[in-house]
T-cell receptor
Framework: KQEVTQIPAALSVPEGENLVLNCSFTDSAIYNLQWFRQDPGKGLTSLLLIQSSQREQTSGRLNASLDKSSGRSTLYIAASQPGDSATYLCAVTVVIQGAQKLVFGQGTRLTINP | KAGVTQTPRYLIKTRGQQVTLSCSPISGHRSVSWYQQTPGQGLQFLFEYFSETQRNKGNFPGRFSGRQFSNSRSEMNVSTLELGDSALYLC?????????????FGPGTRLTVT
């Protein structure tokens, strides 16, 4: 059974710092991996999607890497801003008997202090 | 372009009742996925509909069902409500089937079962 873990559960850093969020998964047979952010009381916003054949994806100040063999992904945020404060979730797509399922981690609650 | 809309936003039901939630996808999107988010279990995938057919399914009991209409709007039904069904229910739409496409989430429906 695929399990996705995100450590730490919460992180607080001063504005301007570069930071890394971690995501690990137990089964390397994933279809892809996605990073989302969730603001309080709101739905999720897709940040980056990495296909299983890719090693990384970049969007603005965000860079996500994927290492299937070690079952890990990282989300790098450069020059953090207070607006980056949110909960960040990673999710992997697994294929079981031809059907896709999305498995989420519990998320990392990020606070950027001005 | 209008985003994903969910109705109602808040709902209070009594144990044993049934409930129907609605999701209107972004125009042109043919896939709608449903998720349940609770503090204890986190975010869990319920099912995905594409072209009026359920394509992928998570590990939820048969009390949870859904359907999709020809205009891609989707409804989710939960019968015989239990206290543990209290959660934020999110839907997401995307251009294609499965999870290779960016997903756009709605704001969610907060269901409270008493």
């Amino acid at each position: 059974k695929q399990e996705v873990t995100q450590i730490p559960a919460a992180l607080s850093v001063p504005e301007g710092e570069n930071l890394v969020l971690n995501c690990s998964f137990t089964d390397s047979a994933i279809y892809n991996l996605q990073w989302f952010r969730q603001d309080p009381g709101k739905g999720l916003t897709s940040l980056l999607l990495i296909q299983s054949s890719q090693r990384e994806q970049t969007s603005g100040r965000l860079n996500a890497s994927l290492d299937k063999s070690s079952g890990r992904s990282t989300l790098y945020i450069a020059a953090s801003q207070p607006g980056d404060s949110a909960t960040y979730l990673c999710a992997v797509t697994v294929v079981i008997q031809g059907a896709q399922k999305l498995v989420f981690g519990q998320g990392t609650r990020l606070t950027i202090n001005p | 372009k209008a985003g994903v809309t969910q109705t109602p936003r808040y709902l209070i039901k009594t144990r044993g009742q049934q409930v129907t939630l609605s999701c209107s996808p972004i125009s042109g999107h043919r896939s709608v996925s449903w998720y349940q988010q609770t503090p204890g279990q986190g975010l869990q995938f319920l099912f995905e509909y594409f072209s009026e057919t359920q394509r992928n399914k998570g590990n939820f009991p048969g009390r949870f069902s859904g359907r999709q209409f020809s205009n891609s709007r989707s409804e989710m039904n939960v019968s015989t409500l239990e206290l543990g069904d209290s959660a934020l229910y999110l839907c997401a739409s995307s251009r294609g089937q499965g999870f290779s496409y960016e997903q756009y989430f709605g704001p969610g429906t907060r269901l409270t079962v008493t």
